[in-house]
């Protein structure tokens, strides 16, 4: 009891200072809610020619217009809702007909396809409308179902998944091309061979990474993952450990695999990094949903992981996926399709960095990016992407270079 007075007799100080900080954040979470819903998007639809000559290379360079940082001060941010710049890389198959889609701020439409056809300009980038808005899940008379997941790192950000330099796809490679293997193949092959009633989406959510890892040598700093893989590289180096009397610790006491580990991490933190968030969906009509088309896409990831370094794996947060665990955590199916509501709702905001759909984001370089999302060429050949049949000279004139 004496507690309890103590607590009350003192709400003069602690309860204003608290609902002062709950205004503060309700205020801040309404004006970026407000800005982000005026934003004006606009939508590209990249249409490759028969034959791409270039590297996943190329798709490094594109991506680095992606990185904008610019956040404005702490009046825009606070009385305007300014928030920085985020963009989605879609891969997604209608019907067995795989298209490359690129959703970014209108703001920066100029900016995209210059750098688009700077690197490609055998391509044709096309402003089209957002295909999510021709479905309509959940609405009466619809038959449609909808399975989802989220996929997040299964290691820390610094280790690298398996990248097109690991697949011998850069031109200091001289590797025969009939021996060179695309790692986007195995999942262009899968959404290109879906049924023409069926769809999958699948959306790579980027933004410019910021400090967001708690900083060890400070009480409330924040620092990036470069210094958090920096950390990593010391450990396995072993940098920090003492040696016995009489001896010194060198690199040369390191496997060979622990040294390949090293000098990928060491590789990887070199290039510029994107806070990311991968999401797919797989949408069918009832009566011809394949739920091996579910097992394949999570499957597709795979070639992208190794033993040695980084990988993808499901999340497994309620709001990471479609279904339970076990039969008795939804005995009427209350929570599996209000999961399944939230998740489609996520995907057609393009949310993951901001609420009502926040996530913890992990981060991807523009190397591990490209790996995962570039214009396939003669590697990869799928027949139902769609393709131009003539092929550009050369990228507009007015476009900025």
């Not at 390949?260 to 011809?288: Q, S």
């Not at 996520?346 to 999302?373: M, N």
Request: net charge positive; hydrophobic share 35%.
């Amino acid at each position: 009891m004496i507690i309890v007075d103590l607590i009350w007799q003192s709400a003069i100080l602690w309860l204003p200072l608290g609902l002062g900080i709950l205004a503060y954040h309700l205020w801040y979470d309404y004006k970026q809610a407000e800005y982000n819903k005026k934003t004006p998007w606009v939508m590209f639809e990249i249409k490759l020619p028969k034959i791409i000559d270039k590297y996943p290379s190329s798709m490094e360079v594109v991506l680095g217009i992606f990185e904008q940082k610019y956040a404005g001060n702490w009046w825009s941010q606070f009385w305007q809702g300014l928030v920085r710049g985020w963009f989605s890389l879609e891969l997604v198959s209608l019907g067995g007909d795989v298209r490359f889609y690129i959703r970014a701020p209108k703001f920066f439409k100029k900016l995209i396809e210059g750098q688009i056809y700077s690197q490609y300009p055998e391509v044709e980038v096309r402003e089209v409308e957002d295909y999510t808005n021709k479905v309509r899940y959940g609405e009466p008379g619809s038959d449609l179902a909808l399975w989802g997941q989220e996929i997040v790192l299964s290691k820390e950000d610094a280790y690298p998944i398996k990248t097109y330099v690991d697949y011998h796809l850069t031109e200091a490679d001289s590797l025969k091309e009939e021996f060179k293997v695309d790692p986007m193949t195995p999942l262009l092959e899968l959404l290109g061979s879906i049924g023409p009633h069926e769809q999958i989406w699948i959306q790579i959510l980027i933004q410019a990474t910021k400090d967001r890892f708690k900083d060890p040598k400070k009480w409330f700093g924040k620092r990036g993952w470069k210094d958090e893989g920096k950390d990593l590289i010391r450990k396995l180096m072993k940098r920090d450990e003492k040696p016995k009397e009489g001896e010194s610790l060198k690199i040369e006491v390191l496997s060979p695999g622990e040294r390949e580990t090293v000098t990928a991490i060491e590789r990887n933190i070199a290039k510029i990094g994107f806070d990311t968030g991968i999401r797919m969906i797989y949408l069918a009509p009832k009566d011809k949903f394949n739920v091996y088309n579910t097992v394949g896409l999570l499957s597709s990831w795979k070639q992208f992981g190794s033993a040695n370094l980084n990988g993808f794996k499901p999340g497994s947060g309620g709001k990471q996926k479609t279904g339970v665990d076990f039969p008795w955590q939804d005995f009427r199916g209350i929570r599996v399709e209000r999961r399944k509501r939230r998740i489609f709702d996520a995907y057609l905001r393009r949310a993951y960095f901001y609420k009502p759909h926040l996530r913890t984001p992990f981060v991807l370089s523009t190397e591990e990016l490209a790996t995962i999302y570039h214009f396939p060429g003669a590697v990869a050949r799928t027949p139902t992407l769609e393709k131009i049949e003539s092929k550009k000279g050369e990228s507009p004139t007015n476009l900025p270079i």
